[in-house]
């Protein structure tokens, strides 16, 4: 018997600024891909990019939202003038039983990076500590994903009240 595998194209959050309307506006040319630094843009299952954690974290640098330009007719999909210049993604850090930390062996090195600062690290008896993440720090870079040894870390979608 011939076991088939299916090949899943990677899903995860538009760039950041992406605008409302990204699916009209973006044709797929792939400019964006290229133009990340931290080649965490990838080609998702619609062959418009989406972020993805496991290769890095996003820094907001705006060369997506440079290499992105409008052309026939349609706006740019990456606006940064439209949200401020500020950085963020929809999306939110979940920390997984899987964490180390939580298995009793500190470790602090989803911490280290989060320029944000928000996880931060509560202490428990025998001087271990826990991570715990600030909903109202996080900016959804997802760099703490790709530094976690474990794979405990993951992006969730960003729910708004």
Not at 66 to 76: E, L, Y
Not at 92 to 119: H, K, W
């Amino acid at each position: 018997m011939t076991r088939r595998t299916e090949s899943r194209a990677p899903s995860g959050p538009r760039p950041p600024w992406s605008i409302d309307t990204f699916a009209a506006a973006c044709d797929g040319c792939g400019a964006c891909l290229t133009s990340c630094p931290e080649h965490i843009l990838v080609k998702g299952a619609d062959g418009r990019p989406v972020v993805d954690f496991t290769r890095g974290g996003c820094t907001f640098c705006g060369d997506c939202d440079t290499a992105c330009v409008a052309r026939d007719g349609r706006p740019a999909a990456i606006d940064r003038k439209a949200f401020d210049g500020a950085g963020s993604l929809p999306v939110l850090a979940r920390l997984g039983a899987a964490c180390i930390s939580i298995q009793g062996v500190t470790c602090r090195l989803c911490g280290d990076p989060c320029e944000s600062r928000a996880i931060k690290f509560r202490p428990l008896p025998g001087g271990r500590v826990l991570p715990e993440i600030a909903d109202e720090s996080c900016n959804g870079c997802g760099v703490c994903v790709s530094t976690c040894p474990v794979g405990a870390l993951s992006m969730a979608p960003l729910v708004r009240a």
